[in-house]
């Protein structure tokens, strides 16, 4: 499976913005789907992810009520809707790919597969 990421920009603190994360060569229905982020000098952090099905999401604390996770399995796209950000949300944000049947949702960099390349987020302040 290959994933793109795409969306990302420079923004002004409390705008909005939505990535958006396009899968090919595997059965896109199947899998996890996760957004992680990386700031400057700081290690990859969970940010959202979604089920195969849609119906159960897990965010980070940092990001909740703010950013919104979905996807459309027609499309083999998952978004992520950034409303209300701040100057900490800036980072490279890259999707990700988990393979495996899990009991609750993977939220570590160890546990999902295939990565795609990142897109800049910058929220000036």
């Known amino acids: 499976v290959q994933l793109q990421a795409f969306g990302g920009g420079l923004v002004q603190a409390g705008d909005s913005l939505r990535l958006s994360c396009a899968a090919s060569?595997?059965?896109?229905?199947?899998?996890?789907m996760g957004w992680f982020r990386q700031a400057p000098g700081k290690e990859r952090e969970f940010v959202a992810a979604i089920t195969r099905s849609g119906r159960t999401t897990r965010y980070a604390d940092s990001v909740k009520g703010r950013f919104t996770i979905s996807r459309d399995n027609a499309k083999n796209t998952v978004y992520l809707q950034m409303n209300s950000l701040k100057p900490e949300d800036t980072a490279v944000y890259y999707c990700?790919?988990?393979?495996?049947?899990?009991?609750?949702?993977?939220?570590?960099?160890?546990?999902?597969?295939?990565w795609g390349q990142g897109t800049l987020v910058t929220v000036s302040s």
């Open positions: 060569g595997r059965t896109f229905s199947s899998d996890v």
């Open positions: 990700a790919v988990d393979f495996r049947n899990r009991i609750s949702i993977a939220t570590m960099t160890g546990e999902y597969d295939v």
